[in-house]
């Protein structure tokens, strides 16, 4: 690939932090944006945007498509660096130049759920870690830790000593609250999911609810004090009480991943806690566990953060679907995709928006088209990924 170290982009409409620059050009140099000008053209190597929107590229906090990379069939599994290697080109594809990859620690009750295993998830993290210069795209990591998992500490613990792990979330599955409100709904989804019958699902539920009552709380106690020694920023999954938010901001979180009602939510952006939504959830219409629609939380104002959850290709769309439906101006719907994640994770000094001597991390996309399309990705100034479309 040649890397261009200078080159412009013109003809562009550059969506900057609080407002929109028509038909105007940024100037790059090294991988740093150096000049923002109207109607300024230079006389070096230039691609033109041909009226679209350039926007900065998005960082996704959360996103646990490197297991379905991982595993294409139950217990089906490719190799490590072709999965990581292949989710990279379509993290450029999907506009996205900062990836937190979200990486489980979880018991693994079932003997069935492999990739979310300590031993698996600690061997995907080294992979990433160790391939990251190679690849196209920021590859960061997001650990997720669920309370119950008390054997997990002492390896997060070192990997966080490594200064491997870039984000850390504390997650609780326990049936009773949470994301399964009532055991019926934990037991559809581990049947759906590792074909248990009654009697393993019975195991797994007293396992999960006695290791909850001993020593759960204090298990996400242990793993806030690391993270603040540290200086790893804490998050808090499916936060589904006022009482919840209370405790996690007592632990240090400053992110509340996918709160289950709208009170919640509300409580939490209202105490300084960055709100994240799903885009997924933003394209279906809802929740696929029937939870809260992400679209209402914007409306309400209370949704600080877009991430991809599962699926990288739904960011573009549900940023169209918000811009489209005029639910806010597109300055205000790129924070929520890059300035804001950016801001969350001390990252908006140098990226999450288009302003001079910031990296380069760049999209061209098409927004006004019946469906939105991501023309080309830049990550530090080069190009990782470019579009054509048939005449």
Not at 249 to 265: D, K, N, Q, T
């Amino acid at each position: 690939m040649e890397i261009i170290n200078s080159f412009q982009i013109k003809n562009a409409n550059i969506v900057l932090e609080n407002e929109i620059l028509k038909n105007s050009s940024i100037y790059i140099e090294n991988g740093i944006i150096k000049e923002i000008e109207q109607n300024s053209y230079k006389d070096i190597n230039t691609i033109d945007a041909g009226g679209s929107y350039v926007l900065p590229g998005f960082i996704d906090l959360h996103c646990d498509a490197i297991e379905k990379e991982i595993e294409v069939r139950p217990n089906v599994h490719i190799p490590f660096d072709i999965a990581i290697t292949e989710l990279d080109k379509k993290m450029a594809m999907a506009g996205i130049t900062t990836i937190f990859h979200s990486i489980s620690f979880a018991e693994n009750f079932s003997n069935k759920a492999v990739l979310r295993t300590m031993s698996m998830a600690d061997k995907i993290i080294q992979k990433i870690k160790e391939m990251s210069e190679k690849l196209g795209v920021e590859n960061k990591i997001h650990l997720r830790y669920e309370i119950t998992y008390s054997e997990a500490i002492p390896i997060i613990e070192d990997l966080i000593k490594k200064s491997y792990i870039d984000l850390l979330s504390i997650m609780d599955h326990t049936p009773g609250q949470g994301q399964f409100k009532t055991l019926e709904q934990f037991k559809n989804y581990y049947q759906s999911h590792f074909k248990d019958n009654e009697h393993q699902l019975e195991v797994v539920i007293k396992n999960k609810q006695e290791s909850r009552e001993n020593y759960g709380l204090s298990n996400a106690k242990k793993i806030a004090d690391i993270c603040k020694s540290f200086g790893v920023p804490l998050a808090s999954h499916d936060d589904d009480t006022i009482e919840k938010i209370d405790f996690v901001r007592e632990c240090g979180a400053i992110i509340s991943e996918f709160p289950m009602s709208l009170e919640v939510a509300s409580y939490a952006h209202n105490n300084g806690i960055s709100v994240i939504v799903g885009s997924p959830n933003i394209v279906r219409g809802g929740s696929h566990n029937n939870n809260i629609k992400a679209i209402d939380v914007i409306k309400a104002g209370y949704a600080d953060i877009v991430c991809s959850d599962y699926i990288p290709s739904t960011l573009i769309y549900a940023f169209a679907k918000i811009y489209k439906e005029n639910i806010l101006s597109l300055p205000e719907i790129s924070k929520m995709f890059s300035l804001n994640p950016a801001k969350a994770i001390k990252l908006d000094k140098e990226t999450g928006k288009i302003e001079k001597n910031y990296k380069a991390n760049l999209i061209i996309v098409d927004l006004d088209s019946e469906l939105p399309r991501i023309q080309k990705t830049f990550v530090n100034g080069v190009e990782v990924y470019s579009s054509c479309t048939r005449k």
